[in-house]
């Protein structure tokens, strides 16, 4: 039977605001999304009868990912098939490579590229809003991750509002992650106990998310202010990453979403020595594999969507 593959890419937030809570109890939120070259590996395949869903890779906790039926990708099949009326089995395999619950939407990725696998299986496929429409159903992060025509965009709403944005030119980008990431349902209770002022009027200009210089003044994290005292490892981590003598060796320093994944983008000037810097600064040595709760992933930002390619 027909099969397809694409790679379920990750994201990071290069900015994200946290804005009024809803009486639904959601919160609107404004960010800056944009993939990254890391992402999993994902094949879906349309099967007579039968359902499955197999996940292996390096990404996948030694507990494994939990029920299948609670699975991003799992919900975002039996969603497509509900919503088209196509009566079919599917088989999803997918090779993490995304760590799980960091910030960096590997789930929602997957679900993403499921969404749009199917779609391109279907013999009667959803329109491209229809297929965004979706997506929102299973989450915030999920309408980005589906689209197929740029790696960044400004959200808004529950993310399910994009702007799509021409790309930024691809850069080198390191992730430093956590044996454990931060619950998200946690992170916003938390935010909903500690409310910030009334953010400050903002206009955004597309001259000004056209170009990494802009957007690097605009690097911001809400989620930091209540994640950041909870966490040990990771304060230390960003404390050290932003003193004032590392500042012009590391244009970002932040974490996404709601973490516990930070991401560093080094000055463009130098890239080898700052990784070096970066390592000795938080005492990793990526040659040698050791206990240590902090470990670093070497990946870039996205030029682009990677496509839905069908197998031969």
């Known amino acids: 039977m027909a099969s397809v593959r694409v790679v379920a890419q990750a994201k990071v ?23 990254l070259a890391l992402g999993d590996e994902v094949r879906v395949r349309v099967t007579e009868d039968g359902r499955s869903l197999d996940c292996d ?128 349902a946690d992170a916003y209770r938390w935010l909903t106990e500690a409310p910030a002022a009334a953010p400050s009027a903002a206009a955004y200009r597309l001259a000004g998310l056209s170009s990494w210089r802009d957007v690097e003044v605009m690097a911001y994290n809400e989620f930091e202010r209540v994640v950041l005292p909870r966490h040990e490892v990771l304060r230390g981590v960003v404390t050290g990453l932003r003193r004032p003598e590392l500042s012009e060796a590391f244009d970002v320093v932040l974490m996404s979403g709601s973490g516990a994944t930070v991401f560093v983008l080094p000055a463009s000037h130098a890239p080898d020595a700052v990784r070096e810097e970066l390592y000795v600064e938080i005492g990793i040595d990526p040659s040698v594999e050791t206990a240590t709760p902090v470990e670093v992933l070497e990946t870039s930002t996205a030029a682009h969507v990677e496509p839905v390619r069908v197998d031969d």
């Not at 994200?16 to 109890?25: N, T």
């Not at 497509?80 to 619950?101: D, H, M, N, Q, Y």
């Not at 021409?166 to 430093?176: D, G, H, K, M």
Request: charged share 15%.
């Open 57 to 184: 890779g390096p990404a996948v906790p030694e507990g494994g990912l939990g029920p299948v039926e609670r699975n991003l990708a799992w919900r975002a099949a039996t969603a497509f098939l509900e919503k088209t009326g196509w009566s079919t089995g599917f088989a999803i395999e997918i090779e993490k490579r995304i760590p799980v619950g960091g910030g960096l939407g590997g789930g929602s990725a997957d679900a993403g590229g499921v969404l749009r696998a199917l779609n391109a299986l279907a013999p009667a496929p959803l329109t491209d809003h229809a297929l965004l429409r979706l997506g929102a159903t299973l989450g915030a992060d999920v309408p980005f991750l589906t689209q197929g025509d740029s790696p960044l965009a400004l959200a808004w709403g529950r993310g399910d509002r994009l702007l799509v944005l021409p790309p930024l030119p691809s850069r080198p980008c390191l992730l430093f992650t956590f044996p454990s990431g931060v619950p998200t």
């Open 13 to 35: 937030n290069l900015f994200l605001r946290v804005l009024a809570r809803e009486a639904s109890g959601y919160h609107q939120l404004e960010t800056l999304f944009c993939r």
